[in-house]
């Protein structure tokens, strides 16, 4: 199970350009793996933290897929069932770490130039973020 942030300020949302796989060199929102014991809510500030630098107060989820990567030959890679929560921005110095080569807010203009995942692209049409 795994997490994402959902932070929009002055019209642009956070994502990162993501340093591993899944989608590895890829646009998404922030976030990754809850670990055991840990709330959703904890494992998205920390996360968000650990990422980006910014430090987030969660609030509740607004968005629940699944994500399935496959191989060539069609045999799962990852299977990922991620909650993203919203959240709302403390404080904090962006700089992209951990699992981010980048992190910046994006404008709705600016989703196509940055290389978005399919998913992080479907959930923000979802939220009317972009078209």
């Given amino acids: 199970m795994a997490v994402g942030a959902i932070l929009i300020k002055d019209n642009k949302i956070l994502l990162v350009k993501r340093n591993k796989d899944p989608s590895k060199g890829r646009w998404a929102i922030p ?21 980006t630098g910014l430090i987030v107060k969660a609030g509740d989820p607004v968005y629940t897929f699944d994500f399935i990567e496959r191989d060539k030959g069609g ?10 929560l919203a959240a709302d921005l ?10 981010a080569i980048d992190a ?3 404008s709705p203009e600016e989703i196509e130039e940055v290389e978005a995942t399919e998913s992080t692209k479907a959930f923000l049409r979802k939220i009317r973020f972009i078209r």
């Fill in 90 to 99: 403390v404080g904090g110095e962006l700089h992209p770490s951990d699992d």
């Fill in 75 to 84: 045999r799962i890679r990852f299977h990922y069932v991620i909650i993203d």
């Fill in 31 to 51: 976030g990754g793996s809850v670990r055991l014991g840990e709330r959703l809510q904890e494992a998205v500030e920390r996360e968000i933290r650990e990422e």
């Fill in 104 to 106: 910046r807010w994006v």
